[in-house]
């Protein structure tokens, strides 16, 4: 079994900054990417950036600049710093990882931690 645990969202104002964290724990014997994605009311789920075993990272064009994606690979824990955050980027934030348990690769999702932009 694998949990997906994040937190750091919450209520920040226009130009602000916040810093999620996501911790991956059980049975693991492997992660490979690992990556944050969101989902504003009424839209569909996208990803937000996603950063490899190697280290290399990827940002959709809306938050480049903006957001840094890193990892703890000794804490099986990913993070999101996200600065001159903008109304839009308001949403439910979820973070997903590609684990090992056992000989199967799965991808596991966290329950989500709430990002709202306003003043």
């Known amino acids: 079994q694998v949990q997906l645990v994040e937190s750091g969202g919450g209520l920040v104002q226009p130009g602000g900054s916040l810093r999620l964290s996501c911790a991956v724990s059980?049975?693991?014997?492997?992660?490979?990417?690992m990556a944050w994605y969101r989902q504003a009311p009424g839209k569909q789920r996208e990803l937000v950036a996603k950063i490899t075993n190697g280290g290399a990272t990827n940002y959709a064009d809306s938050v480049k600049g903006r957001f840094t994606i890193s990892r703890d690979s000794g804490e099986n824990t990913v993070y999101l710093q996200m600065n001159s955050l903008k109304h839009e980027d308001t949403a439910d934030y979820y973070c997903?990882?590609?684990?090992?348990?056992?000989?199967?690769?799965?991808?596991?999702w966290g329950q989500g931690t709430q990002v709202t932009v306003s003043s």
């Open positions: 059980g049975s693991i014997f492997g992660i490979r990417t």
């Open positions: 997903n990882a590609r684990v090992k348990v056992f000989n199967t690769w799965g991808d596991y």
